[in-house]
Nanobody
Framework: QVQLVESGGGLVQAGGSLRLSCAAS????????MGWFRQAPGKAREFVAR???????LYGDSVKGRFTISRDNAKNTVYLQMNSLKPEDAAVYYC?????????WGQGTQVTVSS
C-alpha cells in the first residue's frame, strides 16, 4: 500500500525557514514525479513545486527563488526547503507522487507563519 507521510511543519516567524519532508513507502518512487501543493483556509489548492524522476524541477510563481525541492531516491523521500517565509505561505502542505500526474497524496502538514 502506497503511503506518503509529511513532516517538518510548524510555527515560524516571517522571514524564517522550514524544511518539509515526505517519506514515501509501498513501492519504489525513483521513477515517479513527486511534488508539493498547499491549501490555506478558504483558498483554492495551490501548486508549490515538483521534481521529476531525473531531477528537473518546476515551481509555482509565488515561491520561486524562496523554496527548493529536492529528493533522495535511496530514502524514498522528497524535501521542500522553504526560506524567507511570508504570512501568505501559511497553509497545509501536501506531498504528492505519481508516474505522470499526482496519483498519491499525503495527509498534509501544517505550516504557520507569524508576522
Amino acid at each position: 500500500q502506497v503511503q506518503l507521510v509529511e513532516s517538518g511543519g510548524g510555527l515560524v516567524q516571517a522571514g524564517g525557514s522550514l524544511r518539509l519532508s515526505c517519506a514515501a513507502s509501498g513501492r519504489t518512487f525513483s521513477n515517479y514525479r513527486m511534488g508539493w501543493f498547499r491549501q490555506a483556509p478558504g483558498k483554492a489548492r495551490e501548486f508549490v513545486a515538483r521534481i521529476s524522476w531525473n531531477g528537473s524541477t518546476l515551481y509555482g510563481d509565488s515561491v520561486k527563488g524562496r523554496f527548493t525541492i529536492s529528493r533522495d531516491n535511496a530514502k524514498n523521500t522528497v524535501y521542500l526547503q522553504m526560506n524567507s517565509l511570508k504570512p501568505e505561505d501559511a497553509a497545509v502542505y501536501y506531498c504528492t507522487a505519481g508516474p505522470v500526474g499526482d496519483t498519491y497524496w499525503g495527509q498534509g502538514t501544517q505550516v504557520t507563519v507569524s508576522s
